[in-house]
């Protein structure tokens, strides 16, 4: 009997491994919430209704937008996103005034909350706001997305369709797309999908494996010892990676909490760029070196000493022919030396480091390993996670000035979870002006947020890119 449902569109698209994983542990554990947060200052109030209509086409040309997660009964088959057929477009944006004064440290308390607070597990899995109130006119717009339906580069490429090159909206002259079509499907029906699924997939994995068998042979006689070392070679990479770390390697960052604090720092692009040049090496390489001096500078203060840090350092495997739902980022942990005071030392380091890791043989098939780790107890993943000391991630961003609803976008940050670790930095660059850092600490870790952006900024400054007086206020900037 063949299985009726495997092509019926109502079924949904199943999450990935790697996606199916981060759902899992999001949904069980309070320290390992998923939803990130893109943070736009605005010149003024973006147009509402342009907004409304921006977002709604957002929703059909980015179908995971209207969908919301189902789960099977029991351990078998994987999550599945259908199209909500109760979608309404109002529940997910919101529209309020900060209380007087509208201050960036006032914004940053709502922020807070926002992302604090868990996204409906029965809808769609985001929602936005515009935030009024604040000085001169300016206004903020934050839109939350959880992980496990988009990657950062993912969120930067469908916040992108919100935004215009100029204050005029050039939209209202493209047809709009017909929204997905909602399907009748609860968790008995995905349940028996899934059975029929697993059955099918067994079934062809063994064909494939008789088919491949003339083959392999023809390998083994031909280069033996090639195919053996590949072997050994792939094996090794799996082990590394799947390594398991009993704590931090910072002595001052061991304890992990359930909150967080979201905080912001801007840092001029060209100097940033220019400092790449300077040491010899890219953005990327400095940034992390930046990002290795300002925990050096935090733990000093604290009469810490700090040798190495493990880090999260997520790597892209995305291509020009995916799209942006999904994740087509892995996480390598790498080790970094934060004593060693000289720049250019650190910034070779961790262009060799990185090099490294991107050259892990299992690293583009993580996803498989990924859909082990999704079987195995949320409180084994959420260990493995808190032996990081940091997540550090530089995020491509748009290089042009920028619109959404008639208003101009001076700064745009990303806010992202601490999955585990004791802080997660993230850099976006924006406009060719601005790397902007988002920065979520863990209260239980760094339980005073300010001092440890202050030590950060020390950072950035001694590899050659002073972020300047009110970098961490940009309403105090301009």
């Not at 994987?78 to 005034?97: A, I, T």
């Not at 922020?111 to 929602?127: G, K, S, T, Y």
Request: charge should be negative; include cysteine.
């Amino acid at each position: 009997m063949t299985d009726q449902t495997a092509d019926i569109p109502e079924w949904g698209e199943k999450l990935s491994g790697f996606n199916s994983a981060i759902w899992r542990t999001s949904t069980s554990s309070p320290q390992m919430r998923s939803a990130m947060t893109a943070l736009f200052l605005l010149d003024r109030a973006p147009d509402r209704a342009e907004l409304l209509s921006r977002m709604d086409r957002l929703t059909r040309q980015y179908p995971a937008l209207r969908q919301r997660v189902v789960e099977p009964m029991g351990p078998l088959g994987q999550p599945r996103l259908v199209v909500d057929p109760h979608f309404d477009l109002d529940f997910h944006v919101g529209l309020y005034r900060l209380p007087d004064p509208g201050t960036w440290d006032v914004l940053m308390r709502d922020v807070r909350r926002q992302i604090m607070a868990d996204l409906d597990r029965d809808r769609p899995l985001w929602r936005a706001a515009v935030i009024e109130g604040l000085p001169g006119g300016r206004a903020a717009l934050t839109m939350s997305m959880h992980h496990a339906i988009a990657d950062g580069q993912g969120m930067v490429m469908m916040g992108a369709g919100l935004l215009d090159l100029t204050r005029e909206s050039d939209m209202s002259h493209e047809p709009m797309p017909e929204p997905p079509t909602p399907g009748r499907v609860d968790r008995g029906t995905i349940t028996v999908a899934a059975l029929g699924s697993a059955g099918r997939r067994a079934g062809a994995t063994g064909f494939r494996a008789l088919g491949m068998i003339p083959g392999v042979t023809r390998t083994l006689l031909s280069d033996p010892v090639g195919s053996a070392t590949e072997a050994v070679d792939m094996a090794a990479s799996v082990s590394r990676l799947a390594q398991f770390h009993p704590a931090p390697l910072s002595q001052l960052l061991q304890a992990r909490g359930a909150t967080y604090t979201p905080r912001t720092l801007d840092v001029p692009f060209p100097a940033l760029r220019a400092a790449a040049r300077e040491h010899g090496g890219s953005l990327n390489d400095v940034f992390l070196a930046a990002v290795t001096g300002g925990m050096r500078r935090y733990h000093e203060e604290a009469g810490v000493s700090v040798e190495r840090l493990r880090v999260n350092v997520p790597i892209s495997f995305r291509t020009g022919d995916e799209g942006a739902v999904g994740n087509s980022v892995t996480t390598a942990r790498i080790e970094l030396d934060a004593w060693d005071p000289d720049v250019r030392t650190r910034v070779a380091q961790a262009r060799a480091v990185v090099a490294a890791a991107k050259a892990e043989p299992f690293l583009p098939h993580i996803d498989a390993l990924a859909d082990v780790f999704r079987l195995a107890p949320v409180e084994v993943s959420v260990r493995l996670t808190q032996s990081s000391d940091v997540t550090a991630s530089n995020v491509p961003g748009i290089p042009v000035p920028l619109y959404v609803g008639g208003a101009k976008v001076l700064r745009s940050y990303p806010l992202v979870p601490t999955l585990g670790a004791a802080v997660n930095i993230t850099m976006l660059t924006y406009a060719g002006q601005w790397c902007s850092l988002g920065i979520t600490t863990d209260d239980a870790a760094i339980p005073d947020a300010d001092a440890f952006v202050r030590c950060l900024g020390e950072g950035f400054a001694e590899v050659g890119a002073e972020p300047g007086e009110h970098a961490s206020d940009p309403l105090s900037s301009d």
